[in-house]
């Protein structure tokens, strides 16, 4: 059985790389939010699959992505007969990667109320109350739920809770920090469609009606020194920069991991292209995964 440190997180193998994670456990327990996660960490996921075919996805993985692409399978009462068989797919190691059980549960009135919410009937409900196929779910899978490496009780938390449980375990420092995206525009083009943030370098000096500096761009070094020297420019940087971390800090506490902030100017050339340049190296120098685009930049 694999360990979990005082965060949360599996440590036989930090970066997970070729690990294989059986998702399972009781219905309404969290599989399918837990098997999203997984995907959002890089794993290659397969939702409902019967035990007898996880070493062929395996295989099939391994041939087209390679031995160290980390797979996750969602086995559960959904498969019927076959279900039975998933012990023994585990225990004598088919899949030729370690593989790690990962068993979801929650409280047969919180399952009730999730089930009911959904509209769905239980997969063992028979005809019966939708308490009788948890019940009948919950024994089937008692011997799994002994045999798991990490159970999750899913009881009182929430989607964001559950993920970040997920993510915690399975996920590395590269794949749980946030990404963020800092794009230059020209509003005479539109605004990005994808943008969560929008900030307007309007306010500053244009440095089309220098000369010397029109032909240039915002990525130039004159440029540059000309928008960043302008009254304001170094005021809004000290303050936007830590108002996008807080930000970022926010996402990552909601599972959001990837962050857009478009920076505009008139043409997307000079202000908002020199902006972007230094907002990113800011945001790189205390360590947030940042990388700045040029949406417009070439367009004139």
Not at 102 to 127: I, K, N, S
């Amino acid at each position: 059985m694999a360990d979990v440190d005082a965060s949360g997180r599996l440590v036989e193998d930090p970066d997970h790389r070729g690990e294989v994670v059986v998702v399972t456990g009781m219905t309404g327990a969290g599989r399918s939010t837990a098997a999203k996660e997984l995907e959002d960490l890089g794993y290659f996921v397969v939702d409902n699959l019967p035990p007898q075919l996880v070493a062929d996805v395996v295989r099939l993985v391994d041939e087209t992505r390679g031995p160290l692409q980390p797979v996750a399978v969602v086995v559960d009462v959904r498969s019927g007969s076959f279900f039975a068989g998933l012990q023994e797919v585990i225990a004598r190691g088919s899949t030729g990667r370690r593989t790690t059980l990962l068993f979801l549960e929650a409280t047969d009135d919180v399952l009730v109320r999730r089930q009911e919410a959904a509209r769905r009937p239980h997969p063992l409900q028979e005809g019966g109350r939708l308490l009788d196929g948890l019940r009948r779910e919950r024994t089937a899978l008692d011997d799994l739920r002994a045999d798991a490496d990490l159970v999750i009780d899913t009881t009182g938390l929430n989607v964001h809770q559950l993920t970040d449980k997920v993510a915690r375990a399975f996920g590395t420092e590269q794949t749980t920090s946030l990404k963020a995206t800092i794009v230059s525009f020209g509003f005479k083009y539109g605004i990005p469609v994808d943008a969560d943030l929008v900030a307007d370098m309007r306010f500053l000096p244009n440095p089309h009606w220098v000369p010397e500096l029109r032909p240039l761009s915002g990525r130039d070094a004159s440029v540059a020194a000309y928008v960043l020297e302008r009254k304001g420019a170094q005021e809004f940087l000290d303050q936007y920069v830590p108002l996008l971390q807080t930000v970022a800090e926010g996402y990552l506490v909601e599972g959001k991991r990837f962050m857009t902030v478009a920076v505009g100017c008139t043409g997307g050339k000079h202000r908002s292209v020199a902006m972007t340049e230094e907002i990113a190296d800011r945001l790189s120098a205390a360590g947030m995964d940042a990388r700045a685009m040029h949406r417009d930049l070439g367009r004139e």
